[in-house]
């Protein structure tokens, strides 16, 4: 598991899309999880902020590397 994500981290286009898909992603769970503090008077909780971004760039990696042809010898 962690040699396809490795694998799939050393891949620029699976690098970029999964950084697409997590901007997106992670921005939407921020409004979601994150709505009383941007919309109200609760504090913002930043280690919530940065996994909410982070997770879904793991996700999208691991999956694009575990679908990818494998490398040519």
């Known amino acids: 598991?962690?040699?396809?994500?490795?694998r799939g981290l050393q891949t620029?286009?699976?690098r970029r899309n999964a950084v697409r898909i997590s901007a997106?992603?992670?921005?939407?769970?921020?409004?979601?999880n994150q709505s009383p503090a941007l919309f109200g008077d609760a504090r913002i909780s930043w280690p919530h902020v940065a996994l909410n971004y982070v997770?879904?760039?793991?996700?999208?990696?691991?999956s694009a590397?575990?679908?990818?042809p494998p490398p040519a010898p």
């Open 24 to 32: 997106v992603v992670g921005t939407i769970l921020n409004l979601i």
């Open 55 to 62: 997770v879904p760039f793991l996700v999208a990696s691991y």
């Open 12 to 14: 620029p286009q699976i």
């Open 1 to 6: 598991m962690i040699g396809t994500l490795w």
């Open 65 to 68: 590397a575990k679908n990818a």
